[in-house]
């Protein structure tokens, strides 16, 4: 006989049950199964707009939350819960963050964090004043290979960056019969979403670019809006499309090198083609999400001698990132077996609760997730004025 450890519960209101709304709760019910961690999330509440009362019920039994409420400040001001999520259209998130910080409560903040830089940076403050743990999901770091490439990186093993070339592509826009706004086509309506793929993929990139290349110093940028007219799903008018359905950017690193970042949702046959590549001069590395779990490494020299390696030695190395040697891999099954999608977002959540126990904070807080939004405003005010933008 032998009783169970208590662990401390943390209580969680997650708003929004979409897409991220079921990525997140499956995250809070998963975590504690593999990781170690003092706390137990505990999922209290959800919460979905009054017209959606039917499906926000039916995601609160099937995720086994604890209640249901279609008023999010009602949820904000309830004493019992500890963490505010927010998977919510971007419009909403200035408001929900700010309204949960002034109560006190721990946030975690779906990307991109805000519509524009000054609501980033109200938010990044309002954060620091009331000294509560944040988060933003920028889930891409912790799959194993992007954190594996990380790791090579720090050990000197890419060396001296000259290149980093990042792509997110995507094709599920193209048709001109997609409407805009509503569920699920928000991403479409400036209004709703702030930008296009700007904010809703090159975000992605360019947190993963700043990771493991540094910060960018400035950005020269393309944007095009192919579809200029959709039906509005809210409306039932047809209305302007005003999001950037593709961009492109030239980046200058800090580092002295230089990047390319393309994004678009017109790139036929790509669904979710996030890549990079980065070449220094003692190696290089890509990686693909569309093959998961693979990091391509070229080992050029050895980062210790500087010494060059044999001839007939060099070439890509493609490593089956699997192993209990490699990020997170331990904690999921044997060696040569994989993981998938909804993983980095329980690895993700597995170093958030590791930050509360430790006191150093899973990366990126608000306060550092503000770095790329500043990046990305840069971005569409380079296309916009079309020239070269500086980032302080
Ligand atoms: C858009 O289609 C989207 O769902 C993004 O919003 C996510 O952040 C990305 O990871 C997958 O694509």
Redesign the pocket.
Known sequence: MGEAILKKPLNIAVLGSG?MGRAHANAYKQVGQFFESGYQPVLKVCYGREENRGNLEAFASRWGFGSFDTNWQRIIEREDIDLIDVCLPNHMHYDVVMAAAAAGKMIACE?PLAMNVAEAQEMSEAVCRAGVASLVWY??RRVPAIALAKQIIDEGRVGKAFHYRATYN?D?TISGDIPQGGRGLW?LDSKIAGSGVTG??LA?SIDTAEWLNGPIRQVVAKTETFVKKRLHQDSGKIQLVDIDDACMFLAEFENGSIGTFEST?YARGRK?Y?TFELNGENGALHFDLEDPHILEFFRYADPETGEKCEDHLTGWQRIHVSNAEHPYMDKWWVPGTTIGYEHTFINTLADFLAGLESGVPAEPTIRSGLRTQIVCDAVLESARNKGWVEIS
Do not use: A, P, V, W
């Open positions: 897409f990307k889930n891409y995507q599920y991403r809703d993929l992605h949702r979710n996030k």
